[in-house]
């Protein structure tokens, strides 16, 4: 009797479809064997023979979906020497020492007649830069592990919220408020109106003022003199006056004013308080 074919199961047709994906490759990467841990105290690599190693080949970090794989194979076959494995919630395989930036402790892993069993081994690297490459395509997987959680949270908060019924209900019905089409097209005509470069397009309105009226015309030099001569006395002539006339003259005035000057005083009254005379 024929055997029916085993039907795979949902997880092992995703482990089949994901693909893997080289994240970092190295072709030297050297293999120690190390002292057990005596204490919580972290790892030191000179307390290896950094100069003898026990196995040196092809160190790569693989990504296949969600499980990150860190393989050692051989140079010229390709055989697999050893292997860890990342997973989400679970220790990370890889430890850095305290005293080098190149070497590590790698937790590897092994099914052996199906019980699973791992080891500690160190690892080295002949450049700082693969060492830090190495690090960080370790790195690079976790970030798209917690992103990948989270996209996951968010669709499935999605899908809570979703399944919302929005459908009417028996007796249920909408209101909708139409606006008038002619409001909104004055409204519309307004606001243009009133729209600041229309406003600034409009030239503002001229203001008209009557000029002044014209000043008066100038006077002839003949009417000028004319009146200048008019407002002098009559008697007064400068041109035909002597100076010993001019002298008589003066002082006939300073006569008539000093004698202006005593009548005057004479016609001011008698004051008793400055009369020494009437005192006595």
């Known amino acids: 009797m024929e055997k029916e074919p085993a039907v795979p199961t949902e997880q092992e047709e995703t482990e089949a479809e994901a693909l893997e994906l080289v994240l970092f490759q190295v072709p030297e990467c050297y293999v120690y064997l190390i002292p057990p841990r005596k204490s919580a105290a972290s790892y030191r690599a000179d307390e290896w023979d950094v100069n003898k190693w026990v196995w040196d080949g092809i160190l790569k970090v693989i990504s296949k979906g969600e499980e990150c794989i860190i393989r050692l194979e051989d140079k010229k076959t390709n055989e697999l020497y050893a292997r860890a494995f990342l997973r989400n919630g679970e220790p990370h395989p890889v430890e850095p020492v305290i005293d080098s930036s190149r070497y590590f402790v790698l937790r590897v892993e092994e099914n052996i007649d199906g019980r699973l069993r791992h080891a500690f081994i160190g690892i080295g690297f002949r450049e700082r830069t693969e060492a830090y490459d190495f690090q960080a395509a370790l790195h690079d997987h976790m970030k798209y592990l917690d992103k990948k959680k989270t996209a996951e949270e968010m669709e499935q908060k999605f899908q809570q919220t979703s399944l919302v019924d929005y459908s009417l209900k028996e007796g249920e019905t909408i209101v909708l408020q139409l606006k ?94 400055g009369d020494f005379q009437a005192a006595g």
């Open 180 to 273: 008038n089409k002619t409001a909104e097209i004055v409204k519309s005509k307004v606001s243009e109106n009133n729209s600041p470069e229309k406003k600034a397009n409009q030239k503002e309105p001229l203001i008209c003022i009557k000029p002044p009226p014209p000043p008066p015309a100038p006077l002839s030099p003949s009417a000028t003199v004319d009146k200048s001569s008019s407002n002098l006395p009559p008697n007064l002539n400068l041109e035909g006056t002597s100076k010993h006339e001019a002298s008589e003259s003066t002082e006939h005035e300073s006569k008539e004013t000093s004698s202006s000057g005593n009548q005057g005083t004479q016609d001011i009254p008698d004051d008793d308080f």
